[in-house]
T-cell receptor, first 114, second 110 residues
Framework: KAGVTQTPRYLIKTRGQQVTLSCSPISGHRSVSWYQQTPGQGLQFLFEYFSETQRNKGNFPGRFSGRQFSNSRSEMNVSTLELGDSALYLC?????????????FGSGTRLTVV | GQNIDQPTEMTATEGAIVQINCTYQTSGFNGLFWYQQHAGEAPTFLSYNVLDGLEEKGRFSSFLSRSKGYSYLLLKELQMKDSASYLCAVEMGATNKLIFGTGTLLAVQP
């Protein structure tokens, strides 16, 4: 079966711009979680969506937002980009968002803010 | 707060055994994951421990002690392809989210 697909793979943006990242989960999976990965902080939880509803949220500013569509695809948006937003953004797909079914990660979108 | 500690870097020799430790202090605990991540690639699932004890899967084993807030990943018969980052992650009970350590970069040398 197809894995988790994230697009685009690479992105370069300028400070102050906004960006939208996309994540298509494994077919049949209804939960999508988003993580930010930086060398100093490791992976940090952004938010999780299940059946088009945000269920959990991490400690990121309101500039970070997301949504999920009826086909379970999810998008993440970052507005007013800052240099510190440069990171690898990973999404994880799960049947229900619990360990009973595991989490499968996509290869990520590498965002560089200049 | 949540705190997960693992060594930043480790070096080992091909064919040898290496143990990567992870200690955690979190409010809420469902279980503990280990993931492997090669540079530029997605993290891939290695193991999941809920109960105390050792789980063995081929060359990889993972141990958990909930009372001590401690886990380790044991890699046997190391191969060059095992050079990667190893991520320890706690699944939080109330939120079903993963809290990750910063990862251990393992370098396997010939």
């Amino acid at each position: 079966k197809a894995g988790v697909t994230q697009t685009p793979r690479y992105l370069i943006k300028t400070r102050g711009q906004q960006v939208t990242l996309s994540c298509s989960p494994i077919s049949g999976h209804r939960s999508v979680s988003w993580y930010q990965q930086t060398p100093g902080q490791g992976l940090q939880f952004l938010f999780e969506y299940f059946s088009e509803t945000q269920r959990n949220k991490g400690n990121f500013p309101g500039r970070f937002s997301g949504r999920q569509f009826s086909n379970s695809r999810s998008e993440m948006n970052v507005s007013t980009l800052e240099l510190g937003d440069s990171a690898l953004y990973l999404c994880a797909s799960s049947l229900s968002g619990s360990s009973n079914y595991g989490y499968t990660f996509g290869s990520g979108t590498r965002l560089t803010v200049v | 707060g949540q705190n997960i500690d693992q060594p930043t870097e480790m070096t080992a020799t091909e064919g040898a055994i290496v143990q990567i430790n992870c200690t955690y202090q979190t409010s809420g605990f469902n279980g503990l994951f280990w993931y492997q991540q090669h540079a530029g690639e997605a993290p891939t699932f290695l193991s999941y421990n809920v109960l105390d004890g050792l789980e063995e899967k081929g060359r990889f084993s993972s141990f958990l002690s909930r009372s001590k807030g401690y886990s380790y990943l044991l890699l046997k018969e190391l191969q060059m392809k095992d050079s990667a980052s190893y991520l320890c992650a706690v699944e939080m009970g109330a939120t079903n989210k993963l809290i990750f350590g910063t990862g251990t970069l393992l370098a396997v040398q010939p």
